[in-house]
Structures are given as structure tokens and as C-alpha cells.
């Protein structure tokens, strides 16, 4: 069965931490992708990548950075946890034409205290 | 501006009959089109995707109409169950390449048995 794979459920930090969110795909997919999901806004994009060692901004990047060292991880890093950064970040992958677009992971739901 | 969009937070529908969920979008260049189904600490998953070229796609239970000169699509179930209850995202992309999607905010389907 393919997966995506982010590393915690639940995370619980304190503001002004460093946070590193890992995600890992087993498919050889090209394409990954880094959302936040909050109520009554959707999916945001926050970074993504077509390959190893490329990033490209999405919609919120602000605070935000990403690394994608190998093609299976891509992890999402929050340089300095503010509370606004409260909220559950999906992790997805594609490869190019796919017709279902992205797999997810689970998510990981973080909370900034 | 949202470029896609779900007008509609939430329904509710008694199981057995029609779930109708609505979808509207801005953007002209919008090619291809998905839903993805959303359970509670899970990531979405890939339900039903249309090309423009089409104007209906079914898959058992569901359908999607696309209204392309409206840009208006709506997912339909039939009959509806207590297990289609979740959250379903609207997600459109200039293509099909597997990228670029952007998503609705989400629709909370609630079938009651």
C-alpha cells in the first residue's frame, strides 16, 4: 500500500521554538507538497517541491521553510513557533499526470502554546 | 481571493436520499477537476476527478457534473450513508500533470441515519 508518512500526530511547542515537521513518500513520487488546513479556509499551499533539492513558495510561506535533501523527504520548518502556526499541516505527493492528483499523509495537528 | 470556492459549510442529509455538494470556481483556466474525502485525524483521500473535455464522471455512488461556461461543478451521491459523512474538498488545476491544484474550503457532509 503507498503512503506518505508525517512523523507525528500531535505535536505541542512552545512559541519562538524551532519545529521540524518530516514527511516521507515510498511511491518515487517527483512532486511534494506542504498545506495547512484551518476552518472555513481550506488547504493552503505553504511550499512545494518537483524535485530533490528545489522549493518553490506556495500561497503562505511567511515564517516557513522547507528542505528537501532526498526525494522521498520533504520537511517543513518553522524557523520561530508563533500561535497563529496552531493548526494541522498535510504533507501530500504526486508524480507528474497523475489523474488523482495528490496522496496525503495523516497530518499532523500542532499546537503552539 | 478564493478561486475556488464552497459556498456551502455544511449539510445535512437523511441517509438514502441525494447529497448534492456545490463548487465554483474563477479562474478560466481551470483544465481538470477532483474531490477529495476527509475523515476526522486522516488525510484526504481521492474520490472522482473530471476533465473539462467531459461535462459528467461516474464512479458507482458518485457523480460529477462540471458546468464549464458556468464554472460550476457539484459532486452527487446516491443513495447517501452514514459513512459519507466527512469533509469533501473541491480541488482544480490548469491540467492534469498531478500539480497546481487549489483547493476549496471544504464542505461538512453530516447523513443522518
Known amino acids: ?113 | 481571493d478564493q478561486q475556488v470556492k464552497q459556498n456551502s459549510p455544511s449539510l445535512s442529509v437523511q441517509e438514502g436520499r441525494i447529497s448534492i455538494l456545490n463548487c465554483d470556481y474563477t479562474n478560466s483556466m481551470f483544465d481538470y477537476f477532483l474531490w477529495y474525502k476527509k475523515y476526522p485525524a486522516e488525510g484526504p483521500t481521492f474520490l472522482i476527478s473530471i476533465s473539462s473535455i467531459k461535462d459528467k464522471n461516474e464512479d458507482g455512488r458518485f457523480t460529477v457534473f462540471l458546468n464549464k461556461s458556468a464554472k460550476h461543478l457539484s459532486l452527487h451521491i446516491v443513495p447517501s450513508q452514514p459513512g459519507d459523512s466527512a469533509v469533501y474538498f473541491c480541488a482544480a488545476s490548469p491540467n492534469n500533470y498531478g500539480q497546481n491544484f487549489v483547493f476549496g474550503p471544504g464542505t461538512r457532509l453530516s447523513v443522518l441515519p
Not at chain 1, 520548518?77 to 497563529?84: G, H, P, R, V
Open chain 1, 1 to 113: 500500500d503507498v503512503k506518505v508518512t508525517q512523523s507525528s500526530r500531535y505535536l505541542v511547542k512552545r512559541t519562538g521554538e524551532k519545529v521540524f515537521l518530516e514527511c516521507v513518500q515510498d511511491m518515487d513520487h517527483e512532486n511534494m507538497f506542504w498545506y495547512r488546513q484551518d476552518p472555513g479556509l481550506g488547504l493552503r499551499l505553504i511550499y512545494f517541491s518537483y524535485d530533490v533539492k528545489m522549493k518553490e513558495k506556495g500561497d503562505i510561506p511567511e515564517g516557513y521553510s522547507v528542505s528537501r535533501e532526498k526525494k522521498e523527504r520533504f520537511s517543513l520548518i518553522l524557523e520561530s513557533a508563533s500561535t497563529n502556526q496552531t493548526s494541522m499541516y498535510l504533507c501530500a505527493s504526486s508524480f507528474t499526470g497523475s489523474y488523482w492528483g495528490y496522496t496525503f499523509g495523516s497530518g499532523t495537528r500542532l499546537t503552539v502554546v
